[in-house]
């Protein structure tokens, strides 16, 4: 097993197609502009970035019905005596973006990472360049160890606003959610539900609704839970002109010497199996690639979590992140949007 896939037939799949790539811009046929070699270019390398991922299976939780000792997306996550809630060189508590339970992996990192990795947002920091990750070691992890959620006010901002939204909500007490309170009216109106209340009785429903409001001011704010993974899939970020220089090829095939159009439908052919076997752009997603937008793949680490919008959270306008593993063992997080 390598860091790219667990998979050997995607392993294989994926070293052929750059097989073929590379012969073609060694040869460099003349039927090709020099603007078909540079899209070329850029297929080989997002080939070469191809990893193998596990699309994340999340379940939509409150704050309270959380596992902090599991994998957690924008909630409470484990904290205890002998890894306390940390804090800024000002003494302003951090805000937790993820957690990562390694047990629950598919495959293993390298150097034996065993543990909880947590992703923390420094209140105040908008470029995320202070962003700070820690691994809480799998033997120190114990539910008899965790220590309180920490009480916050309205005046963090972070990065991803809508982070602290869940720690806010968690202090004003477990309550029914709106949907669950508009659900409960509508079975006690003899509605089969709240849907059904609303067009069958619109004034009813708007009356639940307000009553809800009313009563608890602001709805449960959800987090996600990660419960397990999907089967490995490949991740390659292709883009729509490098789709496009295929297309080109596939047609050449017809009008091409037989000889060329031989080393032309390998490529097709292969790039077509990878295409065809299972390539997700589901995410979040363990390990994966990313859809590069400021900096590319090939200049990373390995990713361990690629995220685009998480829910309605988006990465600023159309943009990602991502937490890699470097080589030396240790991890950092990065994001960027168009």
Sequence with gaps: ???????????????????????????????????????????????????????????????????????????PVFTSEAHPWPEDENGTPLVPLLQLNSDLFPRPLHNDVNGLIQVWLCVGDISGDKTQVRVVPACDVDVAALSPIIATDDKLDVLLSDAINWLRCFHLGRRQSKQEHLAAAAAQGGFSSADDMADEDWAAWCQASDSYDQKYGIDVEVCWQITQYEDESIYCAVTHDERKIVEKLRNLTKKVDEKSAAHLRELVEAFDAVMEIRVSSAFPCLFGTFEEIQYFAADCALPVLCMESIGLREWGDGGNAQVFFDDCGEFYFKWSCS
């Design 1 to 75: 097993m390598n860091d790219r896939f667990q998979s050997v037939q995607f392993c294989l799949l994926i070293d052929q197609l750059c097989s073929c790539i590379e012969q073609l811009l060694k040869t460099k046929p003349d039927f090709l502009r020099e603007l078909d070699f540079h899209e070329l270019e850029g297929l080989r390398g997002h080939v070469q970035s191809a990893r193998g991922g596990y699309p994340c299976i999340m379940n939509e939780l409150a704050a309270f019905d959380i596992d902090r000792l599991g994998s957690v997306v924008l909630g």
